[in-house]
């Protein structure tokens, strides 16, 4: 509060957003402060400190503050054209205004050019009635431009009901955009779970846009909407044994997982039985499968579902020496979040206490001979299917990050990689050799974390947690001051901003080059 009561000039103003921003990162608020990010907001001089306040507003605001400030939260946003503020203070008004707020919404919606103020439109619509909004987010699924079509579409899965079927049937098969189409196929078997006819109806469908999948992510994606129906159990299963490709065999299993503790499955496990199939018995073989292959992730959520005291395996396991040969095979550096798993899993089933298991630690040493010889301002272009971004890495800031990203791409680490994850209006990650988010090279990097913000176009590094860094790495949309000292920051796209909007999941990086001050 003492730091929110001061007025402050245009500088000071911008480090006093920052740190009432701060305060609310570690679930610090109170009314004064949101106050102040209020007027910082409304006086409009600083671009920074507007982008902080209204970020602060639209996610850590309490709703008993924004509905008593409902009148001064609207007229913000009625005045604001900068798209980026916008996007944010949308989200307060929702908040503030609920399901009064669905006039100004549909004419947003309809009318605003910009699609990050859609987006968070559509991530914030609990409070809005569905049956008004239904139609028109509906029509977004089945549109051109694919941010909004996926972000459609996870509203659709949040809130869609039963009755929305006929239409929901009529866009599973009208959606342009493949992952839309995935995240409405989902939603429907869960719509239809317990009525065969239309659960076979969609799983037609589904099955038919899985033989046609252009590649491995689509496949995936696909996949996880047979979690609603453990009748599909053997076609997950045989996806794993296949092991075709690491996104589809990860995606198998963690649906197989997340299956087996549906009341639907105890469902058709008590069917089975019946028959003489034990799927407790199966789903275990499956699970030791799945150690046995050595493939980290594999072995990981393999160990993750061994250990679940709600799966109950203490009852169901008598030899544990797979596991413990597995263990002996997790040794290497970077197997150490498999082997960790394996350690967990045998402490829980042999009734021990669970012990302190080792954190990964960065092994990558600086080159700084390597360094010494960058621009400070070092150029890369990252060659995608869609286009060329380039970037302008933070060297100073971040000599280990920015050796290891080069040092990568120099010998083709990143060359035909899938973005294998894009969030509307948030990020587009890649690096992962796998193309299921789990991979990276054979060492780890430290944590470089900098004053440097995140803004829209911040180049920053996927973690684990501290010094977990290694290949993965993401675009960002907008800003995302959250990020901040949690996530390293090396770099900004300076050119093809519009190329990293239009990247989705499954298109390519090419190539990542280095440029010299000319560009080329």
């Not at 910009?114 to 049956?131: E, G």
């Not at 947690?465 to 960002?476: I, K, L, M, P, V």
């Not at 995302?480 to 990293?500: A, C, D, R």
């Amino acid at each position: 509060d003492r730091l929110a009561e001061k007025n402050m000039d245009l500088q000071e103003s911008e480090g006093q957003a920052m740190g009432i921003f701060r305060f609310a990162l570690r679930g610090i608020t109170s009314d004064i402060g949101n106050n102040r990010m209020l007027t910082i907001c409304a006086d409009g001089s600083s671009v920074v400190g507007m982008n902080y306040a209204s970020y602060h507003l639209g996610r850590y605001a309490s709703l008993e503050w924004l509905k008593a400030n409902t009148v001064l939260v609207r007229q913000l946003f009625d005045k604001e054209r900068n798209a980026i503020i916008r996007s944010q203070i949308i989200k307060a008004v929702i908040k503030a205004e609920g399901e009064e707020a669905w006039s100004l919404v549909e004419h947003v919606l309809k009318s605003d050019e910009d699609y990050r103020v859609k987006v968070n439109i559509m991530a914030s619509m609990r409070p809005i009635p569905w049956n008004k909004a239904s139609k028109l987010i509906y029509e977004f699924a089945v549109g051109e431009d694919p941010g909004l079509s996926i972000a459609a579409a996870e509203a659709i899965k949040k809130y869609a009901v039963y009755t929305d079927l006929g239409e929901h049937l009529k866009a599973i098969d009208a959606a342009k955009n493949w992952r839309s189409r995935a995240l409405m196929i989902d939603k429907g078997l869960e719509l239809v779970q317990g009525k065969k006819p239309l659960t076979k109806k969609i799983e037609k469908k589904l099955f038919a846009y899985f033989a046609e999948a252009r590649h491995a992510s689509e496949k995936a994606w696909l996949l996880k909407g047979l979690v609603h129906d453990p009748a599909q159990y053997q076609v997950l299963v045989d996806e794993v044994k296949k092991a075709n490709a690491p996104v589809i065999t990860t995606t198998a299993l963690e649906t197989l997982i997340a299956m087996s503790s549906t009341k639907s499955f105890e469902k058709e496990k008590e069917a089975k039985l019946k028959s003489g199939i034990d799927l407790d018995k199966e789903f275990l073989e499956v699970l030791k499968l799945a150690i046995n292959s050595g493939d980290v992730t594999s072995v990981s959520l393999a160990a993750g579902a061994l250990s679940d005291p709600a799966m109950n395996y203490k009852e169901k396991i008598t030899d544990l020496e797979f596991l413990k040969t597995a263990l002996n095979g997790m040794q290497d550096p970077e197997k150490v979040e498999a082997r960790n798993a394996l350690i967990v899993a045998l402490a829980y089933l042999m009734d021990k206490q669970v012990p302190r298991v080792s954190p990964p630690g960065f092994n990558h040493p600086i080159d700084w001979d390597r360094i010494q010889g960058l621009d400070s301002d070092q150029l890369a272009a990252i060659v995608t299917s869609k286009g060329e971004v380039i970037v302008q890495l933070n060297v100073n800031w971040c000599p280990g990050t920015v050796g290891a990203f080069l040092e990568l791409a120099e010998r083709g680490f990143y060359n035909d990689g899938t973005i294998h994850r894009v969030v509307p209006n948030f990020v587009a990650q890649d690096g992962c050799p796998r193309g299921d988010g789990w991979g990276g090279p054979e060492f780890t990097i430290r944590s470089e974390f900098t004053p440097a913000p995140f803004v829209g176009g911040t180049l920053g590094m996927a973690s684990a947690g501290q010094d977990t860094e290694g290949s993965q790495w993401y675009f960002t949309h907008s800003p995302t001051p959250h990020l901040e000292g949690k996530y390293t920051n090396f770099g900004y796209v300076v050119s093809g901003m519009e190329i990293v909007h239009q990247l989705e999941v499954g298109d390519i990086i090419e190539r990542i080059e280095i440029l010299d001050r000319e560009g080329n």
